[in-house]
């Protein structure tokens, strides 16, 4: 149960009350007009059902009970309206609590339905409730005045029937029971009625009891389609029990607040679903290909607009190369989340074929234009070869590329910017550049760089000098670590820097030196796989990787043997040394390899089978030339 001071609706009259009962004090006369105003002031005292009193035989004022009237409307606009102002479930239900104690009531206990229904599903039996907020009043700072600490942490002197902080945490309702019926019923009932009586300790536990008289209303909470769940108001003696108009007070309260549980549920179910389909969209984690290292980050935008189109990817290719990916689909739905899949499903197909950057963007072009003619999108497709020390890239109207070298110098790529993806009937052009040892490549997205406190050549100077500082801090000789850079460059973000989701692919250049790989040409004749097997045999011996030779000597002598019986024009052999060594055979025939079983009395079909094996990873991949046939081994340490 939580406990807390007096809500500002009713606060003063309240306070005024209590301050009577504490220590009698003449009262202004002034201010009773006042009082009346700020909450629901207590009914007439005279005999009668609604009240359940007993007083001087005088009739009903009328101008009191029309005050009373117009005081319970206020109350319940006021209300409705902070119940409203929840967007999330623990919000509308504080909301609700702060709203009616101590205004309406003195204690609330509100029950939902666990686990609650979202939309249209069929809820789960049994049909549980479990407590899930419950609030109750205290006495003001106005009235602890000279009281001991004891006295003000002692909670406000109401029946001690309605202390229900121990009440049950969970309630199973039984088909048929009386619980059942009231809150099939829907509308709230006084405590004191035959179903309340039968249907309060079932809900609150067993040996509860409740407030004798009208303290007591049950109220069901009743989303669009089905009861979602409960609330009980409690009053104490000190103050006027409830009155009949004051059911309807209740059915309103608990009318808003269902309704808005339903949305808040409905709308946090959707959210997990979009972050969800975004999350999927997006690689769980990056590669880790030969010669570069890498590291990511993506943040979504403001709550009210998580779902946005960003993308990164980074694709190995043959050749221990690796394609960079980064792009970005207009606008912030679920339609930019699919399609955003779409396009890095697109993306990932189109380097699997090995093309040139321009090419790539190019079919991503037309698959825009296929899927709608206002799909719009940028994007910066690079391809990095570790053994040139190069890097080709072509740009479909995304931001330039920042490169940050060893010494600490920050450089805008100067790459020609291109019409976004989706416009269609344009050429992309790709340019190559140097792509030395220990610099590091940032790609990102305009939510880095761009926002209403800023325009984009602005954030990308911003960036430049932040990466040029953050290198300065490592040493002219020392590259900063890659995860603290990719922070250190969203430290940059200010508070209204937000509008936009951001994605960010950051890769170090390790490249591979010219000593760690050997590459040759072999005719294809039936002399080639035992030329492999020499060629192989001296650079593992120069490597010093005579332990490798009888394994990676008879997988090369596979290979090559299958590349020779396809291919018309030379086989290409290459071997490369880095903390595994890794084997490369290239053909002119587009036909991939399948492992497949061998029967006794086949002469061949073994080879793959022997690759796989006693090599650590296998893989082929067809080019627009031909394929790539490779296998991995581990080296000294692994």
Known sequence: MTEHPTSHEGRQPLAARSQERARPRQRDAASAPAAAATTIPAPAKGPGPATGGSGPAAGPDPQAAARREGDRLRFVGAATRRIARGIDLDEIVLGLCRASVPTFSDAILVYLRDPLPVGDERPVNPFVLRLRRSDRLRLSDEITDGLSESERLRPAAIDPQTDLTPAAELCEVRPGGALAEVLRGVRPVFGDSAAARAALP???GAGRTVPSGHRAILAPLRGRRRVIGAAVFLLGTERPPFEANDLLVAAQLATHTALGIDKAVLYGREAYIADELQRTMLPDSLPQPTGVRLASRYLPAAETARVGGDWYDAIPLPGSRVALVVGDVMGHS??????????????????????????????????AQRLGSDRMATCLYAVYDPVAHRITIANAGHPPPVLLHLGGRAEVLRVPPGAPIGVGGVDFEAVELDAPAGATLLLYTDGLVESRLRD??????????????????????????????????????GPGDRDDDIALLAAR??????????????????????????????????????????????????????????????????????????????DDSPQLPRQRRARDMDEGGRGLFLVNRLARRWGATRLSTGKVVWFEMPTRGQ
Not at 361 to 367: A, I, K, S, V, Y
Request: one cysteine or more; aromatic letters at 4%.
């Open 456 to 493: 984009v050549w602005t954030g990308i100077e911003q960036l430049r000098e932040r990466l040029a500082t953050t290198a300065r801090l490592t040493g002219p000789d020392h590259s900063p670590p890659l995860e603290a850079l990719c922070d250190d460059v969203l430290d940059m973000l």
């Open 334 to 367: 679920m339609t930019s989340a699919a399609i955003m899949g779409q396009l890095r499903t697109t993306a990932q197909t189109l380097a699997g074929l090995d093309l040139p950057p321009q090419e790539v963007l190019h079919h991503l072009d037309e698959q």
């Open 509 to 586: 250049f390790d490249g591979i030196a010219p000593s760690d790989v050997a590459y040759w040409f072999l005719e294809p004749e039936d002399s080639a796989p035992g030329r492999a097997r020499r060629l192989a045999r001296r650079a593992l011996s120069r490597w010093g990787l005579d332990e490798l030779s009888d394994s990676v000597e008879l997988l090369v002598s596979e290979v090559v043997t299958n590349a020779v019986r396809y291919a018309e024009r030379p086989v290409t052999l290459r071997l490369l040394r880095t903390d595994i060594l890794r084997c490369e055979v290239g």
């Open 202 to 204: 079932e809900l609150l």
